[in-house]
């Protein structure tokens, strides 16, 4: 199974996979060729049935069903809220509250599948808790209660503090060597890569009942290379 998600856990019912960025979730409408976790699973288990999504550009825990059963199970315990999710992002600025509970109703702009808070949005519920602040970062954890579409990213801007390396909420910038080094110096006619050059969130870990024996299952995804990386910069040169 090369070229796809790393596979965390299975059984005869489900399966759990980090997923990494840049892979879409579902198939792209305008774009069949693009790899998805849906058309890799397809292609790797006799039955495979996604139960919820993530971002193209967000890395983390995704489950899927290996039945119908088990996926309708599965289906009703995300719509019942019987899951808790917890994601790690970097922000840009910093907080001066160290825990946070967020509570604005999210919409449609209009404008694609862009969202704004609004009081005549969907209720939405986020809780935030910062685990380490930078010079002009922030790592925190983020809890969402409900599961509407770009929740964090939207909450998160509308607080003020957007996720790093966010096109539609944030100003879409890398992290870079030299916005966090102080004495920064890049060779004659060398270009500066990035740290990081996508949406610097994470899902972390997944607790959920198993949909056949009702056990409580609870998984954790290692964080990818390039947000290892990131933190082990900052540490050294924004803390």
Known sequence: MKNGPEIIYEDEDVVVLNKPAGML????????ALVSVRTWGMANFET???????????????????NPPAHTVLNDQF????????????LLG?????????????????????????PRGKYAS???????????????ELRPETGRTHQLRVHLEHLGYPI?????????????????KRKFQLGKNAEERPLLQRLA??????????PASGEMMHF???????LKASLSQLDKWAS
């Open 94 to 118: 910093t907080p001066v509250a160290d825990v946070l509970h967020m509570e604005e109703p999210i919409r449609f702009t209009g404008q694609g599948t862009k969202m704004m808070v609004d």
């Open 164 to 180: 790093v390396a966010d096109e539609i909420y944030g100003d879409g910038k890398g992290l870079y060597l030299s916005s966090i």
């Open 25 to 32: 979730s579902v198939p792209d409408r305008n774009d069949a």
């Open 220 to 226: 954790q995804a290692e964080l990818p290379k390039d």
């Open 126 to 140: 986020t809780h935030l808790r910062i685990l380490k602040r930078y010079r002009g970062y922030t790592w925190v």
């Open 201 to 210: 969130l994470h899902a972390a870990s997944l607790k959920i009942p198993h």
């Open 48 to 66: 495979f049935l996604i139960v919820h999504r993530l971002d193209r550009d967000t890395s983390g825990i995704l489950i899927a069903a290996k």
């Open 79 to 90: 719509a019942t809220r019987q899951v808790e999710k917890t994601y790690v992002a970097l």
